[in-house]
């Protein structure tokens, strides 16, 4: 058998999320359905992790095995002239049977993308960005501090899946301009994220940058252990899952993210 | 009666084109709807010209009319409120009657923009591209050269609409890396333009980078004319009409399509 491990874009726009579902339009389904087409039996591909609805990669790791024969086979063309144009490998590697995408991941990387202006909206935009207006990004800094190191992060956790621990480590939390001068990225690195996880601590800062909150509410938050006590969950479309780091690979946020990206001769983040 | 101007953006993704038709979701029509919820009465509004469905706009131009109550009304925010996500107004400008968005527009300018690479394709990009795969663009810029100036440009008019004359002028025609590494927009700034006349002008251009035809092609295409001689219409999502200009304006293309938008705060084109 040989391991071949794929990094993948999508927009999730179109997509009822990452995980494989009877009779929806999943990521996995479209990505089992097009390396069976080339080895002509059913195949399951593993994920670093799942995404929800609406929720895009630029940087989701898989791996699938084949049968030595389908080794030599150059991958990364093959699914993609076979793949729809919303999914599409930007690198396709042989690696070794004891890589894992998802028990070897070390840090994952997400952005969430803000929109910041009132008076009007690029269109081309609105898959991909939360309209939130204006801001207060100085409150927002403070309170994404809080977020960072070793926390148990029940208060901002959705309910739904069974885990053994809501304990996850904030390695780096910044943020940066967007594409449009609209936007503004906000990119969270950890060892890992709960449902939601990402998208109820945006809704939580953007709450902090509305004014409705304090930055210091975050601490609080933390120790109370109740979702309810937190703010909303943002929306799907701002969120991207930018990049997954394994064994050596530094977290390094924005710069590992970007290295990658240029290593697979993308320049750009959704 | 106060006439306004209008500066609009929109996906065409989702559009049935500019257009106003029955039943038919236009960009048009949706115009009008939020207009006349404002006024309480049907409202006309003159665009400077048709989109086709999927074609996109960062400067389309259009004016209505309104009693002299309504002239004190915010326009682009009351609009941006009541449109849908996908079609916003970047300015809204009182401008005295005489103004007419279609008749006294000198220049236009339309991007389109190509996707190079064949390996993989970033997802959000599908709406505005066409995947062309690498061209030579030396062949290119040769063939680009034969359109400027005036021609009778009936072999890059598709039938369908009764016009005069089928003669216009270039003035300006240009290319310049896209948003990604991988893309390459071509911006044609001219009088006017004919029925799809720009996806056909494209069309024929990528023809020629593909080494399908000689950049001398094109001259001799431009005295046939007979569309059927000239190669397929290019796809319409990537076409994007940049900008309109009016009086004393220069046509400019890229410096004034960005001085455009850097007024109305767009720091992006498609």
């Known amino acids: ?47 670093s992790g799942r995404t929800d609805s609406g929720v895009h990669a630029l940087g989701q ?8 024969r389908f080794a030599s086979v150059l991958w990364q063309r093959a699914l993609n002239s076979l793949l729809p144009d919303d999914v599409t490998v930007l690198q396709a ?7 894992h995408s998802r028990y070897n991941a070390v840090h994952k990387t997400y952005t969430y993308t803000l929109w910041l202006e009132n008076n009007f909206f690029l269109p081309w935009r609105r898959h991909y960005v939360w309209k939130c207006g204006p ?8 309170g994404m501090q809080y977020f960072l190191g ?31 001068a609209q936007e503004m990225v906000l990119e969270i690195c950890g060892s890992g994220f709960l449902k939601q ?4 601590i945006t809704g939580c800062l953007v709450t902090i940058g509305r004014g409705k909150a304090k930055p210091e509410s975050v601490r609080s938050l ?13 929306p799907a479309q701002g969120l991207c899952m930018a990049g997954v780091y394994y064994g050596d690979e530094g977290c390094g946020g924005t ?16």
Chains 1, 2 share one sequence.
């Open 93 to 99: 590697i042989p690696v070794s049977s004891d890589f």
């Open 197 to 200: 996880m990402v998208r109820n």
């Open 135 to 142: 801001l207060d990004f100085e409150a927002i800094d403070k």
């Open 1 to 47: 058998m040989q391991r071949i491990k794929l990094i993948i874009a999508y927009d999730g726009t179109d997509f009822c999320g990452w995980q494989l579902q009877p009779n929806l339009r999943t990521v996995q389904g479209e990505l089992e359905k097009s390396i069976a087409r080339v080895t002509g039996s059913p195949v399951r591909v593993h994920g």
């Open 222 to 234: 933390l120790q109370m252990k109740d979702r309810t006590a937190a703010p909303a969950t943002a």
């Open 150 to 180: 070793e926390h148990d992060f029940s208060s901002f956790q959705n309910t739904g899946t069974l885990i053994k621990s809501t304990v996850r480590t904030i390695h780096d939390f910044k943020r940066y301009p967007g594409q449009n």
């Open 255 to 270: 710069d590992t993210g970007r290295n990658q990206s240029q290593d697979s001769g993308v320049g750009e983040q959704i």
């Open 61 to 68: 790791i898989a791996h699938f095995d084949v049968e030595d």
